[in-house]
């Protein structure tokens, strides 16, 4: 395509100017519009925040530069008219003992969440898709090796955590530290918000 320059402007103007649609074409791309989809195993329609929120706790006094993350996301599960409300938690980590499901598992149990100072305590309601009725996975996991994890939490909790502006997560008691927003947990928040405005 040619790209034809008016009397008066520069060749490097007009670059510049394509350069800069094309990170907004980009950035378009990247759209935090909260996702709806019908199930067709399960009829259940199924509504989720464009992206989740990536929380990260330092454990590098196990392994060197080692990591803990959550990914937390919302779910809206419609059946019939009936809406049932669950947080998605996607935990991994980047050492190599985290491999012990069974440990992590009971270290999800119960977790705390934090949203401006306020704890918002939540115990896990299950494990697997069932738990939601939802036939495939709703959120990507982060890696293979990831364990998925359902909590049960009204829409009014939801928009507790949408309008709050510190959010970190307490696993487990004995664990050292929380587990705090990533530096780039601007969009997951923003997809957060989005989703409650259109939640019902």
């Given at each position: 395509m040619a790209v034809l320059t008016q009397p008066g402007k520069t060749a490097?103007?007009?670059?510049?100017?394509?350069?800069?649609?094309?990170?907004?074409?980009?950035?378009?791309?990247?759209?935090?519009?909260?996702?709806?989809?019908?199930?067709?195993?399960?009829?259940?329609?199924?509504?989720?925040?464009?992206?989740?929120?990536?929380?990260?706790q330092d454990s590098s006094g196990r392994a060197a530069y080692a990591r803990n993350f959550i990914y937390m996301g919302p779910l809206a599960v419609n059946r019939m008219g009936n809406y049932h409300y669950y947080l998605w938690l996607g935990v991994w980590s980047t050492h190599a003992d985290s491999v012990d499901t069974t440990k992590r598992h009971d270290e999800l149990e119960a977790i705390t969440i934090i949203a401006d100072g306020e704890p918002l305590a939540l115990e896990v309601a299950g494990w697997t898709l069932g738990t939601i009725g939802s036939s495939a996975p709703v959120y990507d996991r982060p890696v293979a090796a990831a364990i998925d994890a359902y909590y049960v939490v009204t829409l009014d909790q939801i928009r507790l955590l949408a309008e709050a502006s510190d959010i970190s997560i307490q696993?487990?008691?004995g664990e050292a530290g929380n587990y705090e927003v990533w530096t780039n947990g601007a969009r997951g928040m923003e997809?957060?918000?989005k989703f409650v405005r259109q939640a019902r």
């Open positions: 490097a103007g007009t670059i510049a100017l394509l350069l800069a649609m094309l990170l907004a074409s980009a950035c378009g791309g990247m759209g935090t519009t909260p996702d709806s989809r019908l199930d067709p195993e399960t009829g259940a329609t199924i509504d989720r925040a464009a992206v989740p929120i990536k929380f990260f696993v487990a008691p997809a957060l918000r």
